[in-house]
């Protein structure tokens, strides 16, 4: 009951949150001086009733105030209005969405199940070669920017033929079996993900190997020692356990970015998921796309505290007596 | 010492990782060079496509060789991908594209010559106002009902001419208000009247034919429903058209991949029905960098190509398998423009400087500022030596183009003698003043990130300063830029570039007739009523209009000519290069007959793959 009352609470905490969210991105977007009209009118086989149209058609013609009252309506109602090219944005969006989730889960979970346990034997084998190995090839992967090390590896694929050069399936996916088709998308997967992967893998791995370090150092582990505790008692049950709730807000901050946080990989490798869609729109105005995608990376930021809180209710005890 | 150990093993690492990523890269040893000849120039095209008549159905008969069927062609575009499969709602590039392939026309154009030939038409006559269009007995939509007057008439009366979706056909038909009827005749027989004989209508007989049975129900629903008809995720079984690739697949920011018509109405001289090609995929890629990637990588067959580009994939040539065709100039063109404009805005402020006017409506200066333009240097350096130097207002490869307007070289002299005869000095200091001893100094915009016109506007103001002028490049944002242009009015010379139509200048009325919404060199206010045009302006109104009524070409010919020559000696636009169109495909295709007009692959019916790839 108490979990609950701490959730609405919550909920009705990020209200006012997200109004000021849109406010700000609404009149960013709308105050520069991008007209969503301007190649239409410089081109000379357009006349000047369809440019009056199109204005009308927009909203252009109405006060700014005028205009976000008019999606925020239609936003509060669950319409998600439709693009500059008469599409359904809701539509849009479904589209892209179920592949962008698909290489960010992904990505996320061979993180985890990779970055912690090399965290934990890293933390355990202080100091010994083995360490530092992993020290140094976490900094290689931190240190290398995201977008050169695509391109790096598009360009590898060009001169080896190994895999293929962007994209999510190949042209004749159709034709294909369902073993083909999942050995297809699992192709076209890796470059994309060994991207993704080895720059969060580099941040995680130092993450959980500076928590356990820092557990391990306590006088809790020293007494648990002391008092003849296994050493995987002594690790698994009590250091363990204390070293992972940190990691638990860092999972929340990976949520919000489940959506958003591959989008420039996303460009290089030509995937089709939210970060194409996004760029274009944002490059041509279109203001109910950009203003979907702001709102949904601030719901998605919301959520994702909002788990890693009430996870962090369930692990630690600590924190539900205070609540 | 341990240390060091992890170092060269860091090192061993990162040295397998850069090995197996660099591969021999062939050198770049070919400078670019001045292209003007297209190299499509040798190439023997085949007869054009005849009407043959077999059990009473009027197929078109391609004389190209026979080839083999099967295949799959692979082309690209670049950017997000069709919005809409309805050929009346398309309002870009791409959409448009796609939906030609899916929907034929009843006429076409003759790719090598420009002529309109027919398509759906089994032919066509015009008399003056009058055009009678005869068609296709006995052939289908993909969905087997048979293709008739009444189609036609439905999709000229009820979708083009009652403004249904995008109105750009029918907005460049209205002719003094009034719209041009169409009528059947017989079952397939239709008869189209203008107003008054109105020579471009017969370009715009080339948009898309609508089955009637399936658009009805759609415009019977308005204008709003129309809009979202046909959108992009439309099932593709569900579509009805008459081209010769039908859509099998629509993939988001991946793919469009067509199939072939199995029933279309072109034939080879074997009577066997085209097209070769099985499958015809357009991968949607975001940028042209991914799209010469693909291309490399061997995922792409065909790809047009630009600046470095060319001269490394020259140099891959040899050792590849595809070959790059010059198809010439594009219709592209790159200019510098003054602002003639001699009005006051709104508040009673003069848009231009008294002073700047007096220069920039000389004629002498105009000229001056033209001969001191090194094209060719620009040509050169920032075209990669891929564009033709421009001096005429139609595009290179336009069928009007006034061939008597010579091209010449920078000459300096020349342009001294010019502005002397105008009464302009050089002070000590080499600075150039007018008559009343003012400096001659002003601003040149260009639209700030588009990297071509920022290196032309460079040289341009270097240029100009070797007579000593003193030229302020100001790159501002594009939308700015524009609005200077069309709203505001207060700028002094600007460096822009549009297309024209290589076959129908009239498309350009909007900036060269003097109440065009485009007609940026002396840009009136929207409903200007008082006539203030300068003589030659007048002029090309009077040619401009007598061009579009005159129907044979050879009469139109001669308006288009002497509005070209105009162009040529005012200088209201000091025209620099047009681009170059290149593009490669690989050589296992047959078939390929590129042209200036038509492009790469206009025939896509005829192209064929020699050595059918296995489908892996």
């Given amino acids: 009951m108490q979990i609950l009352i701490y959730i609405l609470k919550r909920i009705l905490q990020s209200i006012p949150l997200l109004i000021i969210v849109s406010i700000i991105s609404f009149f960013i977007i709308r105050l520069s001086p991008v007209d969503p009209l301007a190649e239409l009118r410089l081109n000379p086989s357009v006349s000047q009733e369809t440019l009056e149209k199109e204005t009308q058609r927009l909203g252009l013609d109405k006060p700014i105030i005028v205009q976000y009252g008019k999606w925020a309506k239609s936003f509060i109602k669950g319409d998600l209005g439709i693009t500059s090219n008469g599409e359904q944005v809701s539509a849009k969006l479904k589209e892209r969405i179920p592949n962008t989730l698909l290489l960010t889960i992904i990505v996320i979970a061979l993180t985890w199940i990779v970055g912690i346990p090399l965290g934990v034997a890293a933390a355990l084998n202080w100091k010994t070669p083995f360490d530092r190995i992993l020290t140094v090839l976490t900094s290689v992967g931190m240190a290398i920017p995201s977008f050169f090390f695509a391109v790096l590896l598009l360009i590898f694929a060009v001169k080896t033929g190994w895999f293929p050069i962007g994209g999510l399936t190949s042209s004749n996916f159709l034709e294909m079996t369902f073993l083909q088709q999942v050995w297809d998308i699992t192709h076209h997967l890796i470059l994309p993900v060994t991207v993704l992967f080895t720059l969060s893998l580099a941040g995680l791995q130092r993450q959980m190997r500076a928590n356990l370090l820092d557990v391990l150092d306590s006088d809790y582990v020293k007494f648990a020692r002391a008092k003849g505790l296994s050493e995987f008692d002594v690790v698994y049950k009590h250091a363990l356990r204390n070293a992972i709730n940190p990691m638990i807000t860092l999972l929340g901050f990976e949520f919000a970015g489940l959506l958003s946080g591959a989008a420039l990989t996303e460009y290089v490798f030509q995937y089709p998921g939210l970060g194409r869609l996004i760029l274009e729109a944002v490059l041509k105005s279109d203001i109910n796309l950009v203003m979907a995608s702001l709102m949904m990376g601030a719901i998605m930021l919301i959520l994702g505290n909002l788990i890693a809180d009430i996870l962090l209710i369930i692990t630690d005890p600590r924190i539900r007596v205070k609540a | ?616």
């Fill in chain 2, 1 to 616: 010492m341990k240390r060091a150990g992890y170092v060269i093993l860091v090192l061993i690492l990162l040295v397998i990782c850069v090995k197996s990523c660099l591969h021999a890269d062939y050198p770049q040893t070919v400078k670019p060079a001045l292209q003007p000849h297209s190299i499509t120039e040798d190439i023997n095209y085949p007869e054009p496509q005849k009407n043959v008549t077999i059990d009473g159905v009027d197929y078109l008969q391609s004389q190209a060789p026979v080839g083999k069927f099967g295949g799959t062609l692979v082309a690209s575009t670049i950017g997000e991908g069709p919005k809409t499969f309805n050929p009346f709602n398309s309002k870009d590039n791409i959409s448009s594209q796609l939906s030609e392939i899916m929907y034929d026309g009843l006429l076409s154009t003759n790719a090598v010559t420009g002529e309109p030939i027919p398509r759906l038409a089994k032919d066509f006559t015009v008399e003056g106002d009058t055009y009678l269009i005869h068609l296709r007995k006995g052939i289908k939509w993909s969905d087997g009902k048979p293709i008739t007057a009444d189609d036609v008439v439905f999709t000229w009366q009820n979708i083009i001419l009652d403004g249904f979706g995008n109105t750009s056909i029918r907005d460049s038909i209205v002719i003094d208000g009034k719209l041009p009827t169409v009528r059947k005749i017989d079952d397939y027989t239709v008869e189209f009247k203008t107003p008054q004989p109105f020579a471009p209508f017969i370009r715009m007989l080339s948009s898309p034919i609508a089955p009637k049975h399936v658009f009805e129900p759609a415009v019977k629903k308005g204008k709003a429903y129309f809009d979202t008809f046909l959108s992009t995720n439309i099932d593709p079984q569900t579509l009805v058209t008459s081209g010769a690739f039908k859509l099998k697949e629509y993939v988001p920011a991946q793919r469009v991949v067509f199939e072939r018509n199995p029933d279309y109405y072109i034939i080879n001289t074997k009577d066997e029905k085209l097209p070769y090609l099985n499958k015809l995929v357009y991968l949607i890629v975001g940028d042209i960098n991914n799209e010469v990637l693909k291309f490399e990588g061997g995922e792409l067959d065909v790809i047009g190509l630009q600046g470095a580009n060319v001269a490394r994939f020259k140099e891959l040539e040899k050792h590849s398998d595809f070959k790059i065709y010059n198809l010439g100039p594009n219709t592209g063109t790159m200019f510098a423009s003054f602002n003639l404009n001699n009005r006051k805005d709104k508040n009673g402020k003069f848009n231009v400087d008294l002073k700047k006017q007096c220069w920039f409506q000389d004629k002498n200066f105009r000229q001056a500022v033209d001969y001191a333009i090194d094209r060719k240097n620009m040509v050169m350096n920032i075209a990669n030596g891929l564009a033709a130097p421009l001096f005429t207002a139609e595009s290179l490869n336009s069928i009007f183009l006034n061939k008597d307007l010579k091209p010449y070289d920078r000459d300096l002299e020349k342009s001294k003698e010019l502005l002397k005869k105008s009464g302009y000095y050089w002070d000590k200091k080499g600075h150039l003043r007018d008559k009343y001893g003012n400096h001659v100094e002003f601003d040149l915009y260009t639209n700030a990130g588009n990297t071509e016109r920022e290196a032309i506007g460079v040289m341009v103001k270097q240029d100009l300063e070797d007579l000593g002028m003193k030229v302020n490049f100001k790159p501002i944002e594009f939308n700015s830029l524009v609005n200077k242009l069309v709203n505001t009015l207060d700028w002094d010379m600007v460096i822009m570039g549009l297309t024209g139509s290589p076959l129908e200048p009239n498309g350009g009325k909007n900036v060269w007739m003097s109440n065009g919404t485009l007609h940026m060199f002396n840009q009136r206010p929207a409903n200007y009523t008082k006539d203030d045009r300068y003589e030659w302006e007048k002029r090309i109104d009077y040619l401009y209009t007598q061009g579009a009524l005159a129907t044979d070409f050879e009469g139109r010919k001669k308006f288009y000519d002497e509005y070209q020559a105009i162009a040529y000696d005012e200088k209201p636009f000091v025209y620099i290069y047009s681009p170059l169109i290149i593009s490669a495909i690989r050589t296992r295709f047959k078939n390929v007959y590129p042209t200036p007009l038509g492009g790469m692959t206009y025939n896509i019916e005829e192209i064929y793959e020699s050595e059918v790839k296995s489908e892996t």
